[in-house]
């Protein structure tokens, strides 16, 4: 297969931000007197807009989920104010990617001001020759919609991109887009359904730039 483009997702492949995030979650929940319990972390995972609104009505059992959710962004932004953690192996992939030559962007469900912000405080926003916010598009993940527009910003078609991620939601999105989908798991291991739509899962962006590489060498991907 022929890949030409690279397309992260943002918290919890480039950023360790997903424990960040899953800990204000359960502050808020905390000051609520309201124990989120062990799926929460599953279903809340690489959403945005309507869907992750109605994870937080359910668990949080508020009939606006809008007044929770930007009280957990506010204090996320904050914190990403004082250190944006960087996850292992997001330098040399990059960098790798950049000798290849290959358009890299970023797909989130953040703010593209988050997004935007954090790419800066880590040093990284040169790589990336596009960002798209999950307000870009219909649907967030599961839906393809963002990989399909990440995709087309790129110059690349959907089935010639490397899509980097670390959610179930996340994943499906990648698959759905026809993309080269490689979970890198973050809080959440993979389930049999989940490792079954993968083309690869690495353990960091260290292995999964090796593995790329070895695939090129190998003549099983070109580019």
Known sequence: MKCKGAIFDMDGVLFDTEKLYQETWRELARERH???GE???MEISG???NLMKRVVEKYYQVPN???VIEACMERMKKKLEVHVPVKKGVYEILEYFHRLDMPIAVASSSSSQQIESNLFRSGI????SEIVSGTEVKSGKPSP???LLAAK???CKAEECFVFEDSENGVKAGYSAGCFTIMVPDLIKPRDEIRFICSKICTDLLQARDEIEEMLRKG???N
């Open 125 to 128: 926003r040169d790589y990336f």
């Open 145 to 147: 919609d963002i990989f």
């Open 47 to 49: 959403t945005n807009g």
């Open 153 to 155: 910003k790129i110059g």
């Open 65 to 67: 989920g809008s007044v």
């Open 220 to 222: 099983f991907i070109t």
């Open 34 to 36: 309201i124990n989120l």
């Open 39 to 41: 799926r929460f972390v």
